[in-house]
């Protein structure tokens, strides 16, 4: 959203140079909410903002699209009543460390109490975190029951093959500072930076005993893929392997630690569902077929990178939950690995996919992961490389 001033337009979404806001002094890291402070991106009261941008991540077009055209009151805020979490994530030792988290608000799901002497004051203080419970089922886990990989308890898992899970939705709150300094890079340059999606966190088992070294966790730690995900398409493995990481979740909660499923909005390896589409164009139709050899080249081509997901931000929802050792890591990525690793998270065992569960198109994949360092129980030969396993785009 935008105001007119005498001679150019100026962002709502970021204080104009002359503002003061009612709640300047953020200490971030600081070891309780009070001491902290609210974080205020709400466009009700100008006055009180002490963050650029607005709520809602990526939506925030919506929003403004909403408000111009009427059919949202600019100044609506929103009742918290019986909003509260469904389940305690935190307070933990990680959010007092202001160089830990960086890229969310750890008191996100708690402003309703948090900061609610500030509400009744009239502070527009708004969630970025909301957790709530819900059953998932998918035909991947009857197919487990099935098969007897998973064996229902009556608690997690019914015989029809629901699962019962807490879920949280986590909004990007970011700490400029901070961010500027794990980037190594100037805090100017991120001053303008657009909205991005969040992230989706599924629990499996007792939430509360997250941050407790006695737990053991699972993880898959999962990135956004629509056209498998959702649609089964079969040119990668990131369905199955989804549904593979809640196995290994739904195993540990049997077991009586903590499974956990991160679900993160980055299409396309962060490029975007159509650059995704115009590289599978690309790798079917060039010479020689689709072969591994050729397939983080036949993504360069088109994007001019490999991969722009950049993980460092990634651990940030592990020390929210308390987390600093994951005993059995359901992904194959050298790169996930290496961020958990270095912020201090221990990865004790790394699960790869079941061969079985690899769809025939999605070898080419794979196979380039696993000659690029991904981890694997093996590493495919040059000459396997060479070898055109994906089919044709009219196949």
């Given at each position: 959203m935008s105001r007119p001033t005498s001679d150019h337009i100026v962002l709502s979404s970021h204080p104009r140079a002359n503002q003061r806001g009612t709640f300047l002094d953020i200490r971030w890291g600081a070891p309780t909410a009070t001491e902290r402070g609210p974080v205020v991106a709400s466009l009700t009261d100008?006055?009180?903002?002490?963050?650029?941008?607005?709520?809602?991540?990526?939506y925030a077009v919506y929003r403004a699209l909403a408000v111009a055209s009427g059919e949202l009151q600019r100044d609506h805020r929103p009742d918290l009543t019986h909003t509260a979490p469904a389940d305690t994530v935190g307070p933990h030792p990680q959010w007092a460390d202001p160089a830990k988290i960086v890229s969310l608000d750890p008191w996100g799901h708690l402003v309703a109490s948090a900061f609610a002497d500030e509400i009744a004051a009239g502070a527009d203080v708004r969630p970025t975190i909301a957790i709530t419970r819900a059953h998932i089922n998918m035909p991947e886990l009857r197919a487990a029951i099935a098969a007897g990989r998973l064996k229902p308890d009556g608690d997690i898992l019914t015989d029809a093959g629901d699962v019962k899970v807490t879920k949280?939705?986590?909004?990007?709150?970011?700490?400029?500072?901070?961010?500027?300094?794990?980037?190594?890079?100037?805090?100017?340059?991120?001053?303008?930076?657009?909205?991005?999606?969040?992230?989706?966190?599924?629990?499996?088992g007792d939430v509360s005993r997250l941050g407790d070294p006695a737990t053991r966790v699972a993880c898959r730690l999962h990135d956004e893929c629509n056209g498998s995900d959702v649609f089964g398409s079969d040119i990668c493995t990131c369905r199955p392997y989804l549904a593979h990481g809640i196995e290994v979740c739904i195993e540990m909660a049997q077991q009586g630690g903590v499974g956990l499923v991160v679900y993160n909005r980055k299409e396309g390896r962060a490029l975007g569902e159509v650059t995704k589409f115009l590289v599978y164009n690309a790798r079917k139709r060039q010479p020689g077929g689709d072969r591994a050899e050729t397939y983080f080249a036949r993504t360069e081509c088109v994007a001019g990178v490999q991969d722009m997901r950049f993980q460092q931000l990634m651990p940030d929802v592990f020390h929210w939950l308390g987390v600093t050792r994951i005993d059995r890591w359901a992904s194959m990525s050298d790169m996930k690995h290496g961020a958990l690793v270095e912020q201090g998270i221990e990865v004790v065992e790394r699960v790869p996919i079941p061969e079985d569960l690899i769809p025939q198109d999605a070898r080419v994949e794979m196979d380039a992961k696993k000659a690029a360092g991904y981890f694997s129980n093996y590493v495919p030969a040059p000459e396997d490389l060479a070898v055109p396993k994906g089919r044709g785009l009219d196949e």
């Open positions: 100008p006055a009180q903002r002490n963050a650029i941008g607005t709520h809602a991540g990526a949280a939705a986590i909004d990007p709150v970011w700490h400029l500072p901070g961010l500027a300094q794990r980037f190594q890079v100037k805090e100017s340059a991120l001053r303008r930076a657009p909205p991005i999606g969040g992230m989706t966190v599924y629990f499996f």
